[in-house]
């Protein structure tokens, strides 16, 4: 069996495994075939983290490009002030 420490499993990783035989052991087919189902949704999984890692990082830029674009923005009004709203 290949164990992998520290790293992401990856679906050929799972598609390739190895088992010993023993007597009265499972089935290989039933293990093959729960290994690539296994197999198939890790792949789904790194796609998945894939898409969202990438529109995170392009939400990010977005937002760094905005600020620097208003950062000397400011609302002037003198007779406007946070606390104008509560005075009456």
């Given at each position: 069996m290949i164990y992998v420490t520290g790293e992401?499993?990856?679906?050929?990783?799972?598609r390739?495994?190895?088992f010993d035989t023993?007597?009265?052991?499972?089935?290989?087919?039933?293990?093959?075939?729960?290994?690539?189902?296994l197999a198939d949704e890790l792949e789904?999984?790194?796609?998945?983290?894939?898409?969202?890692n990438t529109e995170a990082e392009r939400i990010r830029q977005a937002l760094r490009q905005w600020q620097s674009r208003h950062?000397?923005?400011?609302?002037?009004?003198?007779d406007w002030s946070l606390n104008n709203r509560w005075r009456q």
């Open positions: 992401r499993l990856q679906p050929h990783q799972v390739a495994a190895g023993r007597w009265r052991g499972l089935d290989p087919d039933q293990v093959h075939a729960y290994l690539n189902q789904r999984l790194h796609r998945e983290l894939t898409t969202a950062t000397g923005c400011r609302y002037t009004d003198p």
